[in-house]
């Protein structure tokens, strides 16, 4: 037999632990305390912690897939429960502080997560929902003030771990992570992230075509560590050796801006309505800022793209979900787009994109795959080595083909050149006198009227039409608009059928933990809605 003479080396987190250990060794990861004081280390530091971390928890009777939750914001510490925990061969499960505390003890409870890590920032947090789940250890980070008897300070425990205690020897394919999905259409659903597909992730998010980070660069994920691994950036960037900057609990615009610029920070990531507030912020006080900025999460208007462009910051559109690692497919002009006319190339920028490398997508309707045009629409589907192929919990869900394609629920269209553009999810799409309306294009087109800030559609029923679209829009602080501007504004594009029937202006509207917009609030509140 003629075999293949490489080294079987399985891909697990002593891959990027190694990174952090000896090449990044140097390099420095800075991190926002609640103080607001910076705090710095290095690579170095955090790999020897990491250990420690590992260590301790093993001691603390750790086994091997055994879940450890953690309520935290973006920090170093959170980074070495990143790593240290998988060392361990222990799952983190990361727990998105922005749920209902009920929804916090439901995931951990599901997960059967045995200790927490926190911040002792948010033990109001924890004290919420505590009786509702008993972890069977609470570490603290950031420890200010005298415990609960039942906690441990951080530094404390990452002292008991056994110096010579042998770490586990992990397969590949172990489970290293826990995410659960934002559950907007029913109870959350737990994915679980492997050693292995998490270590490709890394690799191919961080080459040129994808997001695009090396050494060269200064990372600061606004995405927090809490929601799909803030897309798996703290993995990458460390694999890579990029500097990170990690804003802890101050996510407001001025404080994000003030990081960027006296950071340096050359890659930002984020949903857009950051973006959004960022570009309210140097709108009023302009900076001097060099940075690509990764957008995802939700949809990003062409009209944000280009206000960045013009102030010299550029928007990278990425799409994902947490069954997805979460990196699908992501926006970047391919060289025969590059030789498009000007507004052509902003059109693709503002579609969701191509696939990364080794991820295969397609578009399906009831007829089969979609024609490449650009147009028609079907559901996208997606499938590769980081997109799941089912839930943990034993979770049943129809969502998979039968030759093992991810139903994504996104309705989308695919062009010739290979971009896919989401036009919205199933379950949002809008049916008038029979038919579709996609709401999601629709928004952006209102979000590209100078004097929106954002806007949302849904579909309100109606005695004829059976629903027609109702749009709700903010406005930016002293601009001005009226129905018949909006309107006006979205004819040329639209069919008249399409246009909403009525436009609602508010001061906010409500989102997910995630911050996509929260739909079903939006329904409930303008299901009785008289036309
Ligand atoms: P989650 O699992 O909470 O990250 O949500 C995943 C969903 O977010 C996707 O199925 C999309 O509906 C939406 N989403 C993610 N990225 C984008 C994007 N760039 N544009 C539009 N929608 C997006």
């Not at 200010?144 to 992990?170: C, N, Q, S, V």
């Not at 009226?482 to 246009?499: G, I, M, T, V």
């Not at 933990?513 to 303008?526: C, I, M, N, P, V």
Request: net charge negative.
């Amino acid at each position: 037999m003629f075999e293949s003479t490489m080294m079987d080396i399985p891909l697990t987190i002593d891959m990027i632990l190694d990174r952090a250990r000896h090449a990044a060794a140097d390099v420095e990861v800075v991190s926002r305390q609640p103080d607001r004081r910076l705090h710095k280390t290095t690579y170095g530091a955090i790999a020897e912690r990491t250990e420690k971390l590992a260590r301790a928890l093993i001691d603390a009777g750790i086994q091997p897939r055994d879940r450890v939750a953690t309520l935290m914001w973006n920090h170093a510490q959170h980074l070495e429960c990143y790593l240290g925990i998988p060392l361990a061969g222990a799952v983190i499960h990361t727990l998105n502080l922005r749920l209902h505390p009920d929804e916090i003890a439901f995931i951990a409870r599901d997960a059967q997560d045995r200790f927490l890590v926190v911040d002792e920032v948010l033990l109001p947090l924890f004290e919420a929902f505590r009786s509702q789940y008993p972890f069977e250890k609470v570490i603290v980070v950031g420890t200010t003030k005298p415990l609960p008897p039942e906690a441990i300070d951080y530094e404390d425990f990452l002292k008991r771990g056994t110096p010579g205690i042998a770490l586990p020897k992990i397969q590949e394919t172990d489970p290293l992570g826990c995410c659960y999905t934002s559950g907007t259409t029913g109870k959350p659903k737990g994915v679980v992230y492997s050693h292995r597909s998490t270590i490709l992730h890394s690799l191919v998010t961080a080459l040129p075509d994808s997001l695009d980070l090396s050494m060269d660069d200064c990372l600061m994920a606004v995405v927090p560590m809490f929601h799909v691994n803030a897309w798996g950036l703290p993995y990458t960037a460390t694999l890579v050796g990029t500097r990170q900057i990690l804003p802890g609990p101050f996510l407001d615009a001025a404080s994000l801006v003030d990081l960027m610029e006296t950071e340096k920070v050359t890659v930002a990531a984020g949903v857009p309505t950051i973006w959004m507030s960022i570009r309210e912020e140097l709108d009023a006080r302009p900076r001097e800022l060099k940075a690509r900025m990764v957008v995802g999460g939700a949809a990003a208007p062409e009209k944000l793209i280009r206000d960045f462009d013009r102030m010299g910051l550029q928007l990278i559109q990425a799409w994902g979900m947490t069954e997805t690692s979460p990196v699908g497919l992501v926006s970047r002009l391919s060289p025969a787009a590059q030789l498009l006319p000007v507004d052509e190339q902003y059109k693709l920028r503002a579609k969701q994109g191509r696939p990364a490398p080794l991820v295969q997508v397609r578009v399906c309707n009831e007829e089969g795959e979609v024609p490449l045009d650009g147009k028609t629409s079907g559901e996208l589907q997606i499938r590769g080595p980081w997109i799941t192929q089912r839930y943990a919990s034993g979770v049943v869900d129809q969502r998979w083909t039968d030759d093992g394609y991810f139903k994504t629920g996104d309705v989308a269209n695919l062009d010739a050149l290979g971009y896919v553009q989401l036009t919205d999810r199933t379950a949002d799409l809008i049916k008038s006198g029979g038919e579709w309306i996609a709401s999601q294009v629709l928004e952006n087109a209102i979000m590209g009227h100078p004097a929106v800030r954002e806007a949302a559609v849904i579909g309100v029923p109606h005695p004829k039409w059976s629903e027609r679209p109702l749009a709700v829009v903010v406005l930016k602080p002293g601009c001005k608009a009226n129905a018949d501007d909006l309107r006006d504004h979205l004819a040329p594009h639209f069919a008249k059928f399409q246009l909403p029937d009525a436009f609602v202006f508010a001061d906010t509207i409500p989102r997910t933990s995630a911050g996509k917009f929260k739909k079903t609030d939006l329904r409930q509140e303008y299901c009785n809605w008289t036309w």
